[in-house]
């Protein structure tokens, strides 16, 4: 595991909600996004989730992760129609109420008259009761943070703007260093040495995954750590294994 | 929620095993897929988790899944490497031992010679007690199936050829039928007409999901039941809502 110099890890969680996920008709675009967005800024992500809109299914899920990680980040599920339950679900799990917040009406008159203010419409402003609003310069309607939860919209862009609005409250971890080298041996080659560069360099994660291009195997090998030197030897003792054993290999592009 | 005419749905979990796509370096492949190909046998996918590769924290996911659902698919961690520590997390979750299977050994030699059957390979041979095999046509190497846990590769082409193999050993659910209409009009002005339409088609379950292209935002709205003529029913009623409001709509390709 990485080492965190000390400090606590900072880490997080993501729950997706959206039946839509589940039934394969939707390839989740935001996993990958959020996953490296907090890689850089730190944060290191645990575990995701994806639940139906259901919203027993949400609060529990919410309250399982909430006590286990620093945050828990949601998308999906807080739109105008029947199946946005994911605010409910939230006042739920945290057993506060849930009211529409003048603040997060103020937001959506930036974007929609009076009239269009519809009942549906004002479903999106409503939020748990001690929630903080997180802007949506996009469409408006606001996300929320409540305690260690961050509740953002499915829709991608959408999503974006707002991990954008609330990045900068949260705590940052030490920055995770990663290097990538690829192997053109299979995995089961590789095995050996690696799981001795691992004993030999226990703060620096190091991870093996086999690719199949032009009907042969390879490894990718990535190391990542907080410490830049620590990182550094544990590369370095992979490029003497790769010297001794006479793999061919190259660096490959980091993130 | 889909009806399932007086039997018992079939519901299946699935566990991502694998830091990269917790760091966000790979992008998931197999949760599309997998959710589409179940939902095509009946098979209600309920949830997904993503863990990194750690005993601890795929032993606890699996034993919180496996009661729940009545199955639980793994992708990922069955490997040479020493961070691959899915089988070993599955025989703790299920308190008994893992050895290497003969079976499985004899699999791995259709492919490699003995001299290439290293300690690391044979190490992709090791199956918990009481567990049956998951042929694996490309690199030969086994999943396995113990008790409702389905443990395949992480590689998609693997993940899918082992999907295929053990599929008809599966239990298969009323076929879900979905239909898809695509509003050109926002989610908030079809909100109120969709709730009424989910209220009086309980049988039916009905989601809807903006896009926003174009620089325009439009809905669309998904209809799933494993009855035909209910589905059916809900359809018409949809497209008298189209028709009473005025919104321009087009049926869209089902899955």
Not at 80 to 109: G, L, Q, Y
Request: net charge negative; no cysteine; charged share 25%.
């Amino acid at each position: 595991m990485t080492a965190q110099q000390g400090s606590e890890p900072v880490t997080a969680a993501l729950l997706v909600i959206g039946e839509e996920i589940l039934s394969g008709r939707t390839r989740d675009e935001n996993i990958t996004y959020i996953a490296a967005y907090l890689t850089r800024m730190g944060i290191v992500l645990r575990e995701v989730r994806v639940v139906a809109d259901d919203e027993e299914e949400i609060a529990a899920a919410v309250n399982a992760l909430r006590r286990r990680f620093t945050y828990v980040f949601t998308t999906g599920g807080i739109g105008p129609t029947h199946d946005d339950v994911t605010a409910d679900a939230i006042a739920k799990a945290f057993e506060v109420e849930i009211a529409v917040a003048p603040d997060a009406v103020a937001a959506m008159r930036k974007r929609f008259e009076t009239e269009d203010l519809t009942p549906a419409r004002l479903r999106m402003a409503r939020v748990p009761k001690g929630a903080t609003l997180i802007d949506n310069p996009i469409s408006r309607a606001p996300g929320f943070m409540l305690e260690n939860v961050i509740v953002m919209a499915g829709v991608p862009r959408i999503m974006q703007v707002m991990l954008d609005a609330v990045a900068p409250r949260l705590a940052k971890g030490n920055p995770i260093l990663t290097r990538s080298v690829r192997l053109d041996v299979p995995e089961g080659d590789a095995a050996p040495g690696l799981a001795d560069l691992q004993s030999s360099h226990p703060e620096v994660q190091i991870g093996s995954y086999p690719f199949f291009e032009n009907k042969r195997l390879g490894t990718y090998v990535v190391l990542r750590a907080t410490d830049a030197d620590k990182l550094a030897d544990a590369v370095a003792g992979l490029w003497d294994l790769v010297s001794k054993q006479g793999f061919h290999a190259v660096a490959a592009v980091d993130e």
